[in-house]
């Protein structure tokens, strides 16, 4: 049983994906020195989403890395609402690193909708253990949280800020600064939930130049790496999901999402 539930799975991810991304979207992603960047939350899917509902209370940490793994608060420079959320410029060159968590989320899906959701989203753990429980039809309720990354680059140097983790719980690291691409390349990620590789993950590369967005896919090997081939145009988002049982009483699970954006 439990292998044909993950041969349905591999079918329907073949197909079509239906989970909603989040991530973080500039204006313009290479920047000159003290040129303003607009910086937009959304969610979605592929970077064809909604402007999201920025409130302070929504947040656990909004930060800016430079240089160093010293961050800056950005929540105290950010509008709440919808759009228009954060302009940033700098004086100084070389790559930002900007990182967003949030605090937790609660949902209730009734038990065919998540079984759905499990099975678009690669998460056999959860699917297989409600088929050996008999919770199939029974709904499910579920805490989740975002972990969302972006990389800008300002100027004509690029600086090692794209390696940092930031602490949260699901992380996703380039191996080679993007900025530095000069021609399309194959590009490694290291994905660590709570700071050890997440293996068996199924990580998605979604790249829109003009109107055209595609899709790649890949599962994290056991050191928690994926390779794509990145083509230094348009732009990238790198995202994952992935899910736990919950510690809390009022939830059956928990899942963390995380989303890396970067562009040319």
Known sequence: MKKN????????????????????????????????CLIDLRVGEGFEGELWDY????????????????????????????????????????????ALETNN????LEGKKFNSYLLEDGLFNALEYRNEEGLLEKSAKEHYTRN??????????TSNSYRINTGMSLEILPSQN???LKKAQYLDFEVLFQGKP????????????????????????????????????????I?????????AEEADWQSYWGSLTFGY
């Open 5 to 36: 539930w993950i041969i349905l799975g591999l079918i329907v991810l073949s197909v079509v994906f239906q989970s909603h991304e989040f991530w973080l979207q500039a204006n313009k992603y290479t920047l000159k020195t003290n040129e303003k």
């Open 55 to 98: 409130q302070t209370t929504k947040i656990k940490k909004f930060s800016l890395f430079e240089d160093s793994q010293v961050s800056k608060d950005l929540s105290i420079q950010t509008q709440v609402g919808k759009g228009n959320n954060l302009t940033l410029s700098f004086e100084k060159s070389g790559t930002k690193l900007i």
């Open 178 to 180: 993007p900025y530095e």
């Open 239 to 247: 995202s994952i999901v992935t899910m736990v049982e919950s510690k």
């Open 105 to 108: 989320f609660f949902i209730e």
């Open 198 to 237: 997440l293996e068996k993950a199924i990580v998605k590369a979604w790249h829109q130049e003009g109107e055209s967005v595609t899709l790649n896919t890949q599962i994290s090997d056991a050191s928690g790496k994926v390779r794509f081939l990145v083509e230094p145009k348009g732009e990238w988002m």
């Open 148 to 157: 969302i990354k972006m990389l800008l680059n300002v100027g004509n140097k």
